[in-house]
């Protein structure tokens, strides 16, 4: 009886599968059981099923691993996009006078001083705290002597620098937004760079009731346009992050720490500059949001969190880096980063911010580039993030001329004598329009769905319909037919 069972069974089984050989949607395949082909065409019609099985497999492995690598393409979406789309970026003014003689008088005159110091051995040495910013060979005993002097009188850093550098009034005299005149100190903010006090237009920098600027319109009438005084003085005295007069422009995003990796431009004194920005959107789809950080290599919103700043971005992310390779070295962060929980460095770090310079300030890459992977230190990544804003600029200038007559009164001011010995600054998009890029992946399901039909039809011949033939055939039919 059992035997009998089981050669049922077998018989089932074989006819089953001779029935479904004969009608199947799968190409080849009924070659292999049809009855009036001999042997050994069964065998190469076989032969060839197989090797259409085995090539639908491997292509089908091909596409499923491009499918999970989800390599990311970004494309122009539009290159008409109205100006407002995009944020009037960050403008931070940094002069290259860091000490004004009058101001470290002032200082000097209010001093306790050690006995035998004079306000003149005071006054010879002040040079030396150039070397908090920036890389400079030290006098140490010098460096000593500031420091007991100003420990003395209870001066920190950050007191010593505002009390010595120019102000942003003292530096930017007149300013016009969007072709209106609008008192400097609403559109100028203090800010601090690693050049030291500077003054920042459209940054956030984590200051409350932050507004962002953004405009209609383009060209130099409708942009931002101020004067600035270059507070020229005695060279032979003259403390300066530069070899000569002039300022420092950095643009940036408006969520950026302006400086370390800021669009930065030169303007020289006497001269009328013009910055003409083009500015250049990155947006993510969905398809690229729905990835994992590691597949998509960016980050979304509120992502990663950073320590020191509300919003994350790979140049925050940067400058915190840079922050936590400054407390390495030298176990304090100088005042002009972002406000932290570290102990803030002192007249008597100079020596070793001086010495560690290079160190801590040099990056292994750059960070302002639409193909940019991360903003890389010798000790840290910092992805980008998915969406973002680029931009570019392009400058001009021509020397001052005191003309008579002129069709603006912008360059007309009471705090204004020569003309020729300011400078004029313009910055404004330089188009109506700007560009929108999206990064997108390059497979996606339904392409990995009509990946999968075409292989499969390409080799076999068959579809979804094939599918349910099986279990028809296998499922249903085997047990209600024989």
Same mark, same amino acid.
């Given at each position: 009886?059992?035997?009998?069972?089981?050669?049922?069974?077998?018989?089932?089984?074989?006819?089953?599968?001779?029935?479904?050989?004969?009608?199947?949607?799968?190409?080849?395949?009924?070659?292999?059981?049809?009855?009036?082909?001999?042997?050994?065409?069964?065998?190469?019609?076989?032969?060839?099923?197989?090797?259409?099985?085995?090539?639908?497999?491997?292509?089908?492995?091909?596409?499923?691993?491009?499918?999970?690598?989800?390599?990311?393409?970004?494309?122009?979406?539009?290159?008409?996009?109205?100006?407002?789309?995009?944020?009037?970026?960050?403008?931070?003014?940094?002069?290259?006078?860091?000490?004004?003689?009058?101001?470290?008088?002032?200082?000097?005159?209010?001093?306790?001083?050690?006995?035998?110091?004079?306000?003149?051995?005071?006054?010879?040495?002040?040079?030396?705290?150039?070397?908090?910013?920036?890389?400079?060979?030290?006098?140490?005993?010098?460096?000593?002597?500031?420091?007991?002097?100003?420990?003395?009188?209870?001066?920190?850093?950050?007191?010593?620098?505002?009390?010595?550098?120019?102000?942003?009034?003292?530096?930017?005299?007149?300013?016009?937004?969007?072709?209106?005149?609008?008192?400097?100190?609403?559109?100028?903010?203090? /800010?601090? &760079?690693?050049?030291?006090?500077? !003054?920042?237009?459209?940054?956030?920098?984590?200051? $409350?009731? @932050?507004?962002? #600027? %953004?405009?209609?319109?383009?060209?130099?009438?409708?942009?931002?346009?101020?004067?600035?005084?270059?507070?020229?003085?005695?060279?032979?005295?003259?403390?300066?992050?530069?070899?000569?007069?002039?300022?420092?422009?950095?643009?940036?995003?408006?969520?950026?720490?302006?400086?370390?990796?800021?669009?930065?431009?030169?303007?020289?004194?006497?001269?009328?500059?013009?910055?003409?920005?083009?500015?250049?959107?990155?947006?993510?789809?969905?398809?690229?949001? /729905?990835? &994992?950080?590691?597949?998509?290599? !960016?980050?979304?919103?509120?992502?990663?969190?950073? $320590?020191? @700043?509300?919003? #994350? %971005?790979?140049?925050?992310?940067?400058?915190?880096?840079?922050?936590?390779?400054?407390?390495?070295?030298?176990?304090?962060?100088?005042?002009?980063?972002?406000?932290?929980?570290?102990?803030?460095?002192?007249?008597?770090?100079?020596?070793?911010?001086?010495?560690?310079?290079?160190?801590?300030?040099?990056?292994?890459?750059?960070?302002?580039?639409?193909?940019?992977?991360?903003?890389?230190?010798?000790?840290?990544?910092?992805?980008?993030?998915?969406?973002?804003?680029?931009?570019?600029?392009?400058?001009?200038?021509?020397?001052?001329?005191?003309?008579?007559?002129?069709?603006?009164?912008? #360059?007309?001011?009471?705090?204004?004598?020569?003309?020729?010995?300011?400078?004029?600054?313009?910055?404004?998009?330089?188009?109506?329009?700007?560009?929108?890029?999206?990064?997108?992946?390059?497979?996606?399901?339904?392409?990995?769905?009509?990946?999968?039909?075409?292989?499969?039809?390409?080799?076999?011949?068959?579809?979804?319909?094939?599918?349910?033939?099986?279990?028809?055939?296998?499922?249903?039919?085997?047990?209600?037919?024989?």
């Amino acid at each position: 009886m059992l035997v009998k069972k089981r050669e049922k069974k077998e018989n089932r089984f074989i006819k089953t599968c001779r029935d479904f050989g004969a009608h199947t949607s799968f190409h080849g395949v009924k070659y292999i059981v049809s009855k009036d082909n001999t042997i050994y065409e069964k065998i190469l019609w076989a032969i060839v099923v197989l090797l259409c099985i085995a090539g639908s497999v491997y292509m089908t492995m091909i596409f499923w691993n491009r499918f999970n690598s989800n390599p990311i393409r970004i494309t122009i979406q539009s290159m008409h996009k109205h100006t407002s789309i995009i944020p009037f970026p960050g403008i931070t003014i940094c002069p290259a006078v860091r000490q004004i003689p009058e101001k470290v008088d002032e200082l000097l005159a209010d001093l306790v001083l050690p006995v035998n110091v004079s306000r003149e051995d005071i006054r010879a040495v002040m040079p030396m705290l150039m070397g908090y910013n920036q890389y400079r060979e030290l006098d140490i005993k010098a460096i000593d002597l500031l420091s007991s002097v100003f420990r003395l009188n209870g001066y920190n850093a950050a007191d010593v620098f505002k009390r010595i550098e120019p102000s942003c009034s003292e530096i930017i005299l007149k300013c016009r937004w969007e072709h209106q005149y609008v008192p400097c100190e609403k559109l100028f903010k203090t /800010s601090y &760079t690693r050049d030291g006090h500077c !003054c920042t237009f459209n940054g956030n920098s984590g200051r $409350k009731n @932050f507004t962002l #600027y %953004r405009t209609l319109y383009y060209g130099v009438q409708m942009g931002l346009s101020v004067i600035l005084n270059p507070l020229i003085t005695n060279v032979s005295t003259q403390v300066s992050t530069l070899n000569s007069a002039g300022v420092k422009i950095l643009i940036h995003s408006p969520e950026d720490y302006p400086g370390l990796f800021s669009i930065e431009k030169i303007l020289a004194a006497g001269r009328e500059s013009f910055i003409r920005i083009l500015g250049t959107k990155l947006i993510s789809s969905s398809d690229v949001e /729905s990835l &994992t950080a590691k597949q998509r290599s !960016c980050l979304i919103a509120n992502e990663m969190k950073l $320590k020191y @700043f509300n919003e #994350y %971005r790979d140049t925050n992310c940067g400058t915190e880096c840079k922050m936590d390779k400054v407390y390495h070295y030298c176990d304090c962060i100088p005042y002009y980063f972002p406000p932290s929980d570290k102990l803030m460095c002192n007249i008597s770090s100079i020596a070793c911010l001086s010495k560690n310079y290079n160190r801590i300030f040099r990056s292994s890459t750059s960070s302002n580039s639409h193909t940019r992977n991360a903003t890389s230190t010798l000790e840290c990544e910092c992805p980008p993030q998915c969406n973002d804003v680029f931009y570019a600029v392009q400058t001009s200038n021509v020397p001052m001329a005191d003309v008579p007559y002129t069709t603006s009164d912008f #360059y007309k001011s009471e705090q204004v004598k020569h003309i020729t010995d300011m400078m004029v600054v313009h910055m404004y998009f330089g188009s109506h329009y700007q560009t929108v890029m999206i990064r997108d992946t390059i497979t996606s399901t339904y392409y990995l769905l009509s990946s999968f039909g075409g292989v499969f039809s390409l080799f076999l011949g068959c579809s979804f319909v094939s599918i349910l033939e099986i279990i028809y055939y296998f499922c249903i039919r085997i047990f209600t037919k024989y």
